[in-house]
């Protein structure tokens, strides 16, 4: 099924989505894709559907039709367990908050995606290693990563630790929701910095979800919400 | 595995509720044991109180009762054998021996029994084991009196020393005018020997000289020597031993007993009479298995209630879970393993618990109900129930893991905190 020709790390086609219950909100996205290596800025509306777009990418949740294909990969004919696997192999995310368990020390937190992906867990080779590499590239001081717990880490701190758990074993594709409105605007173009150098050094595409359209001169490319995507509000079916 | 030290972090980082939890589990599981425990060592205890004897023979009630009495000296005698109808049983060919026990007296808290000296030969517990003599000898005296283990720990005897026999149990007037002494203290044998005074049949007639009617005579106080001119033979005894010359005759002579014509006796086989016995306390014994299981049950529905209520708290870590590659499967796992990491050291605490409670509790169960509680390994039951307890764990995870199932596909990778 992989299609190595294929220039695209994404691709939608026709898909059709819509949450549980009576007037759940839906989605339908005719055709979306972003090319390998590109860093794309997906901009949208709060409940525009951002977020639920990127659980459909991650195969979290499963549209009702169409094709969702990451990395030459279709995602949606696979049975759930086997996409659960492929997300932990191929995709790293990032949220906008709360993206760590708080009690595990940042180091575990980080190695944590490589339980599910045995390919990762060996891109990785020795993750102690690879995450510290990681952190150490993020800015992050050895003593902040001795911290026993995640919790005791600043929000700043977290979102990096967060960066560094999305990139450890270079997954193809790194999905960040918001990941920088938890932030302040210094620490946010820090922020971008640091992931943008760590995907490319990675050689990770990036697709990255905002409000805010003064990040997108930093993108490759910006895309709105209502150019890809039309939003339903009818019931179920 | 770093999943095993996921959820063992996270159970430390609820370290309060879980250990609340556990110890709940914990003092449960021990509770359960404990009854166990309790209630073998009870079993073999009282099993082992005699053997070697063929029938015992009492006036006539229930045959539990006649057990209870004359060998457990639990409860009173209702009525005596007379000494005709008990000579008259010592005289039948089929009697090897006999061995009369005359109670109802008591010095301090412990019962005094007469008999003769033939009993320290002829009483067996514990699969044929005699009595025997830490100190002294049996009795050859008038007022001579071997005390049981017990007896002497707790009122601190030694050979030699005096007592004072009361008459009537929990009585207050005391036989004072006639001082035994101790001949023997016997050696500890868990059996409810160890709390008895032991003298001759003839003694206990001799403190009731001056009574009459369970009051003393006025103005009378004969003194030792002239009881000892008198004539002592028993009017009457409580019950008998009897070992017959072959097991064949058992039967036959409990029937004769049974139908003897001028009182009305009852003779029971001691083994029958103690499976009679677990019947009744065997539904004592069900009840309290039944209260220590619903407490086991109680204990591990608080669990779940705890792994429950904290669900919601967890969303975002379970779609954290999710977002790596967590299978949904997975997430129920991890929660399972919780509970039964958590039931795993509450039984292990509990069995620690238990062990503790034992050391500390032995010697004074072993005071009061002469209960000797063995601190052995746990049998292979008390295992099973450990196994069980933590199988049950799981089983109960299973409910608040489903609702986590449902949780993390509904939810996504969107959880609004
Ligand atoms: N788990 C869910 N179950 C049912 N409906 C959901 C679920 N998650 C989101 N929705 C619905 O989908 C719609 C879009 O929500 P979504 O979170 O995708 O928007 P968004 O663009 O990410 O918004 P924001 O910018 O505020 O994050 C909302 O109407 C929301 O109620
Ligand atoms: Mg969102």
Not at chain 1, 76 to 90: G, I, L, N, Y
Not at chain 2, 75 to 81: E, H, P, R
Not at chain 2, 201 to 222: F, S
């Amino acid at each position: 099924m992989i299609d190595t020709d294929t220039p695209f790390a994404l691709a939608l086609d026709q898909v059709e989505f819509h949450w549980a219950g009576r007037d759940a909100f839906g989605l339908r996205v005719s055709g979306f894709r972003i090319g390998r290596g590109e860093r794309v800025l997906l901009l949208g509306e709060s409940g525009s559907g951002k977020s639920t777009l990127l659980s459909l990418i991650c195969g979290i949740n499963a549209p009702a039709r169409g094709s969702i294909r990451v990395d030459g990969t279709e995602m949606v004919s696979m049975p759930a367990a086997a996409r659960d696997r492929f997300r932990a192999e191929k995709i790293g995310i990032v949220f906008q908050q709360f993206n760590l368990l708080p009690y595990a020390s940042p180091v575990d937190n980080i190695l944590l995606p490589l339980c599910f992906a045995p390919d990762r867990r060996a891109r990785a080779g020795d993750g102690r290693t690879a995450a510290l590499a990681l952190t150490d590239a993020l800015g992050l001081a050895r003593h902040t990563m001795a911290s026993p717990t995640a919790d005791r880490l600043s929000v700043g701190q977290q979102q990096r630790v967060a960066v560094a758990r999305a990139l450890i074993g270079a997954p193809s594709l790194i999905i960040a929701d918001e990941p920088t409105s938890a932030l302040d605007a210094g620490s946010q173009a820090n922020f971008l910095d640091l992931l943008f150098a760590q995907c490319s050094a990675a050689g990770s595409t990036l697709l990255m979800v905002s409000h805010d359209e003064r990040l997108a001169p930093r993108f490759d490319r910006s895309v709105r919400m209502e150019d890809i995507a039309t939003l339903t509000r009818e019931a179920a079916a | 595995m770093i999943l095993l030290r996921l959820a063992l972090r996270s159970l430390i980082a609820r370290r309060l509720t879980v250990g609340l939890t556990i110890f709940a589990v914990a003092l449960s599981v021990a509770l359960f044991l404990g009854v166990e425990k309790v209630r073998t060592g009870a079993k073999a205890s009282f099993g082992d109180t005699i053997s070697d004897t063929d029938l015992i023979v009492g006036a006539r009630s229930g045959s539990v009762q006649l057990l209870l009495y004359s060998v457990f000296r639990i409860g009173n005698a209702t009525n005596n054998v007379t000494w005709e109808s008990y000579q008259d049983i010592a005289a039948r060919p089929e009697v090897d021996w006999i061995v009369p026990i005359s109670l109802g007296d008591s010095h301090r808290q412990f019962r005094v029994m007469g008999t003769t000296a033939e009993y320290f030969e002829r009483y067996k517990y514990r699969s044929g084991r005699a009595l025997g003599f830490a100190e002294g000898r049996a009795f050859d005296d008038l007022f001579d009196a071997v005390i049981g283990a017990d007896v002497a720990a707790a009122l601190g005897y030694a050979v030699d020393d005096p007592l004072v026999v009361a008459h009537g149990l929990a009585s207050f007037t005391n036989h004072e005018n006639q001082p035994f002494r101790v001949a023997g203290i016997l050696a500890k044998t868990g059996t409810p020997v160890d709390r008895t005074v032991i003298v001759s049949l003839e003694a206990i007639e001799a403190i009731h000289v001056d009574w009459q009617g369970g009051a003393r005579i006025p103005g009378q106080a004969t003194s030792p020597d002239e009881i000892r001119q008198m004539d002592l033979t028993p009017s009457a005894v409580t019950a008998a031993m009897i070992g017959v010359k072959s097991r064949l005759q058992i039967f036959e002579l409990q029937r004769s007993i049974n139908q003897y014509p001028e009182e009305p006796l009852l003779a029971v086989l001691p083994g029958v009479a103690l499976q009679e016995l677990w019947g009744i306390v065997g539904i004592a014994e069900t009840a309290l298995i039944a209260v220590s299981g619903m407490v086991v049950a109680t204990a591990l529905l608080g669990m779940a209630a705890m792994i429950f209520s904290g669900l919601n708290e967890r969303r975002r870590e379970m779609a954290i879970l999710r977002a790596v590659g967590a299978r949904p499967l997975t997430i129920v796992g991890l929660l399972m393993l919780e509970a039964v990491l958590m039931a795993l050291i509450a039984v292990l605490l509990g069995i620690a618990l238990l062990y503790t409670g034992l050391w500390a509790l032995r010697p004074y169960v072993d005071a009061a109900f002469g209960l000797y509680l063995p601190i052995d390994t746990l049998s292979s039951r008390e295992g099973l129930v450990a196994i069980g307890v933590i199988l049950a764990a799981a089983v109960t995870s299973l409910f608040p893991a489903v609702r986590a199932y449902r949780l993390s596909l509904s939810d996504g990778m969107i959880v609004r905190s």
